[in-house]
């Protein structure tokens, strides 16, 4: 799959806030897709749609254990769509820092004002 369509199913897949709170869960471990859907109203049914959804964008995966299949997340999307955004935080640093100087200039220009108004 061309890396722009693993990226768009990485942000569909996080456009919502259920299966963010499904990954934030998963963050601090393994878990059955019971132990995923305990803290929603929705049905099991429902869990296990967003489950696939997060599946098929490769941000999870399911194992096999005994009678279980736990679920686990997968970071190779989240590090993709990190260097994505990577390439905007850099023009986006560079923005504030271009403020930063701009009000640096301002307050010395202020500041020049106020002593040449005290003398």
């Not at 061309?2 to 259920?18: C, I, K, Q, V, W």
């Not at 254990?65 to 997340?73: F, G, I, K, V």
């Not at 994505?84 to 935080?89: A, K, M």
């Not at 100087?101 to 301002?106: A, E, K, Q, T, W």
């Amino acid at each position: 799959m061309p890396s722009f369509d693993r990226l768009s199913e990485t942000l569909a897949a996080l456009a919502d806030p259920t299966r963010r709170a499904i990954l934030a869960r998963l963050s601090r471990g393994e878990a059955t897709v019971n132990e995923l859907a305990e803290p929603f109203d929705i049905s099991l049914p429902a869990i296990s749609k967003h489950l696939k959804v997060l599946e098929r964008a490769g941000l999870i995966s399911r194992g096999r254990a005994a009678q279980w299949r736990p679920c686990r997340l997968e970071t190779e999307p989240l590090q993709g769509l990190d260097e994505w955004l990577g390439t905007y935080r850099a023009i986006w640093e560079s923005r504030f820092d271009r403020l930063q100087s701009y009000l640096d200039r301002l307050q010395d220009d202020e500041g020049s004002k106020n002593d040449n108004q005290d003398r």
